[in-house]
């Protein structure tokens, strides 16, 4: 039987903003559900329709609030118009990572999934390219303009990557409380945002055979014996660097929109106009 509720609340990005680290925190809430994947409805599945959107939640209880996360609703042109039109009430819950850091994260997880090739100059100096969602997806003000369009500002909650790095448990109380359900901090989770860049895989080649079995083994991740075998195989990769140079025209590129952010959400981001190595 079909659940007929819908989400009281959505995590809307930023794609690579440490969002899946707030996603796990709120899914260890016994007195909230959200479903394992992104359900990506109001970006790219909302022509399938409401009926394939409410399966997604079919696992959770009548007494819990049902919420879901999908990072590229934020930056995505239609997600704000589809989503008022479905879910006008909904608390909305943003995290936001320096947009230099944010873009070259996104492209190293496109790298090691073998999508892109060539090195970061060429999708990140600013000039047209096949991947523009590297640069595009960090024009924080620019997309969070278009949701303010359809949503009150009280109904979304703008977190910083820095926030969670600081104060791990005070961010997840602050988000409860705009969502309206009861804080629960999970030591399990962690206090740290996961950095999956620096997690070892397997070779690519290995990868893309195992694809269709990755639902399959699923559940046997954390089991000691199939992280045994994995851990034999996997490797760190080795991305290619973010030079200097090009990471002081990726702030210049951003300079603007970030100004134009700190109007919007009143923080001071002169930290992010910095030209400073990539920490992570």
Known sequence: MTNDRLPHFVIIGAVKGATTWI??????NPAIYLPAPEPHFFSQDFDRGLDHYRRFFDGARPDQMLGEKSADYLAHADAPARLAAVLPRARLVVQLRNPVDR???????????????KGPDHYLDGRPS???????DGLYAKHLRR????????????????????????TVAIVSDHIGAPCHYSTQVGADPRN??????????VRTALAPLKEAVRPLRGNAVFERVRGAFARQIAYPPLAPALRRRMVDYYARDIAELEELIGRDLSHWRQDRRLAA
């Open 147 to 170: 949701w303010l369009a359809h949503f009150d500002a009280e109904q979304i909650k703008v977190l910083l990557f820095e926030d969670v790095k600081a104060a791990p448990e005070a």
């Open 23 to 28: 996603h796990n925190q709120l899914q260890d």
């Open 196 to 205: 999956d860049s620096s997690e070892r895989f397997l070779p690519l080649p």
């Open 130 to 136: 096949d991947q523009p969602r590297f640069l595009e």
């Open 103 to 117: 873009a070259y994260s996104d492209y190293k997880m496109l790298f090691r999934r073998g999508t892109v090739s």
